[in-house]
């Protein structure tokens, strides 16, 4: 027969047991977005038949959610002081899931499926944006593993993946009917070819993760937000492409105004090891 516990060891106990839950919670938001990266592969696979434009969204919409579970995770586990080691892998490879081959397949699936069955080219030229843009995302994967801790958390190096998978949902979450002639497959090709370079790059972009330092940042941040909800309301579709597009441009006029001397905005400082760390 169990020796029945007091009421303090049954505390402790509960106490033991929420604490184990807790370090399951940030996997499970990761796995949440795993859960979405494979599904819009799935949608982009059975976009066929009259309407491939609901099941286009539908891959998009679910690339925009699995990129508010990857921005979650990493809060939850700093939050409730269960980041692990684990969980960082976990993380990694969830983002090449979802971030990488997921819009890769949706972008080749809704640009150059159907016209390159009349066009090997541009078939051959999609394949080859894809699996670029794919391997560009991994690689930036990788730099940022091994860089974590030796850079100025306040920027990125290289536009991060799950920007450049929204680069890609964007378009088709603003026209989610397929091209209808060649130049337009070309150009979303071309979009793919730049996006890849854009993660393999040096070029720092501004990072939102790290908490305003004063009361000022703290209410532009917060000024910052209700204008993106606004915008958001009154452009709708088209939102998501003047985002990314204002973000991507910022980031390279930011990166050449540092090279010509303007210290307006800190430019970030290199061997930052004593900076917080951010995933």
């Given at each position: 027969?169990?020796?029945?516990?007091?009421?303090?060891e049954?505390?402790?106990?509960?106490?033991?047991?929420?604490?184990?839950?807790?370090?399951?919670?940030?996997?499970?938001?990761?796995m949440?977005?795993?859960?979405?990266?494979?599904?819009?592969?799935?949608?982009?696979?059975?976009?066929?038949?009259?309407?491939?434009?609901?099941?286009?969204?539908?891959?998009?919409?679910?690339?925009?959610?699995?990129?508010?579970f990857?921005?979650?995770?990493?809060?939850v586990?700093?939050a409730?002081?269960?980041?692990?080691?684990?969980?960082?892998q976990?993380?990694?490879?969830?983002?090449?899931?979802?971030?990488?081959?997921?819009?890769?397949?949706?972008?080749?699936?809704?640009?150059?499926?159907?016209?390159?069955?009349?066009?090997?080219?541009?078939?051959?030229?999609?394949?080859?944006?894809?699996?670029?843009?794919?391997?560009?995302?991994?690689?930036?994967?990788?730099?940022?593993?091994v860089?974590?801790?030796?850079?100025?958390?306040?920027?990125?190096?290289?536009?991060?993946?799950?920007?450049?998978?929204?680069?890609?949902?964007?378009?088709?979450?603003?026209r989610?009917?397929?091209?209808?002639?060649?130049?337009?497959?070309?150009?979303?090709?071309?979009?793919?070819?730049?996006?890849?370079?854009?993660?393999?790059?040096?070029?720092?972009?501004?990072?939102?993760?790290?908490?305003?330092?004063?009361?000022?940042?703290?209410?532009?941040?917060?000024?910052?937000?209700?204008?993106?909800?606004?915008?958001?309301?009154l452009?709708?579709?088209?939102?998501?492409?003047?985002?990314?597009?204002?973000?991507?441009?910022?980031?390279?006029?930011?990166n050449?105004?540092?090279?010509?001397?303007?210290?307006?905005?800190?430019?970030p400082?290199?061997?930052?090891?004593?900076?917080?760390?951010?995933?």
């Open positions: 027969m169990r020796p029945r516990l007091s009421p303090e049954r505390r402790d106990r509960r106490k033991r047991a929420m604490r184990r839950s807790m370090f399951v919670l940030p996997s499970s938001i990761t949440a977005s795993i859960f979405c990266g494979f599904s819009s592969v799935v949608m982009s696979i059975n976009a066929a038949g009259a309407t491939p434009e609901r099941y286009f969204l539908w891959a998009a919409g679910l690339l925009v959610l699995a990129g508010i990857d921005g979650l995770d990493g809060r586990a700093r409730t002081n269960t980041a692990t080691e684990f969980g960082v976990l993380d990694s490879l969830a983002d090449v899931v979802s971030f990488g081959m997921a819009p890769a397949i949706l972008a080749y699936r809704y640009g150059f499926f159907h016209l390159g069955i009349h066009d090997p080219n541009l078939r051959a030229a999609g394949w080859a944006a894809c699996f670029v843009f794919t391997a560009c995302g991994a690689l930036r994967l990788a730099r940022f593993n860089q974590v801790g030796a850079v100025d958390p306040r920027y990125f190096v290289g536009l991060p993946i799950p920007a450049g998978a929204a680069c890609v949902a964007s378009v088709i979450i603003w989610p009917t397929p091209p209808a002639a060649s130049l337009q497959a070309y150009a979303l090709a071309a979009e793919l070819f730049l996006v890849g370079l854009l993660m393999v790059s040096t070029i720092r972009f501004p990072s939102f993760k790290k908490r305003a330092g004063s009361p000022r940042a703290a209410m532009l941040t917060s000024l910052s937000i209700v204008l993106i909800f606004a915008l958001m309301i452009l709708r579709q088209r939102f998501f492409v003047g985002f990314f597009a204002a973000y991507i441009t910022l980031g390279i006029l930011l050449l105004a540092w090279k010509a001397g303007w210290r307006g905005i800190e430019p400082r290199d061997g930052a090891e004593n900076l917080e760390t951010v995933h």
